[in-house]
């Protein structure tokens, strides 16, 4: 292979990707790459004005890119922005499914514990990590099986290698992401072609909104017990920034991993591989 093939596999110019979250940090990091590398990045999140936002702040690569609202818990939603996917680019070629997150309700403390954690809580938690992830691939799955080939790249997390004290509803439902992504990419592969592809990214600690203060002080801005006790057991002494995320990413939606399905990648620093002694 020369080097004009290897640049090649990461040219996605004409191809189309669909990211879900991609009004978040790291859905948003995702879309711009692939925005980037030539591709049409298509943004879908339930709430319009973010993925619109993203796209305003990218530049010049905006021109490629495209936000449409859905939601991820509504299959019927799902389909309406396939169809107005579809008129607009003709089809999808790979489906990054980043839709995901936990809630304050759904994760114990001293002041909550795991007996008394709302069900509704822990349904909404399990519900947008799991069940959104297989929606979106029910529907744009079944549009890549039409045409014979494609690729979807789901986001697990450390969690589901390592459950996290606290958090038993996200840990669960990335250790259900794990399982249904090497389902998936077995059903796709026999069932209907061997160019369906089905991986996912298995994200380590990375600073965002949404875990800010339960890592750093509010006040301080120094680590929390639980985020110093996370650094201590990352042998690269640090957090993750979502552009550490995308050199895994690109790879596993480009053909330079034309024969890799099946798999779950960390993305964490070495924290899978610490044990501590």
Known sequence: MNLDDLNAMYDFTGRTFLVTGGGGVLGGEVARALAGCGANVVVLDRHVAPAQGLIERTGPDSTRMYAVGGDVLDITSLRQAAARIGERFGRIDGLVNAAGGNKPAATSGPDLSL?????????????????????????????????????????????????LTRVAAYSVAKAGINNFTQWLAVHMAQTYSPNIRVNAVAPGFFMG?????????????????????????????????????????????????????????????????FSGV
Do not use: K
């Open 115 to 163: 007996f008394d954690l709302p069900e509704d809580a822990l349904r909404y938690v399990f519900d947008l990590n799991l069940i959104g992830t297989i929606l979106p691939c029910q529907v744009f799955g079944r549009q890549m099986v039409e045409q014979g080939e494609g690729v979807i790249l789901n986001f697990s997390s450390m969690n589901a290698f390592r459950p």
């Open 209 to 273: 909104q949404q875990n800010r203060y339960l890592l750093t002080d509010r006040e301080t801005g120094e680590l929390t017990p639980r985020g110093r006790t996370i650094i201590d057991h990352t042998p690269m002494r640090r957090f993750g920034t979502p552009a550490d995320l995308l050199g895994t990413v690109l790879w596993l939606l480009s053909p330079a991993s034309a024969f890799v399905t099946g798999i779950v990648v960390p993305v964490d620093g070495g924290f899978s591989a």
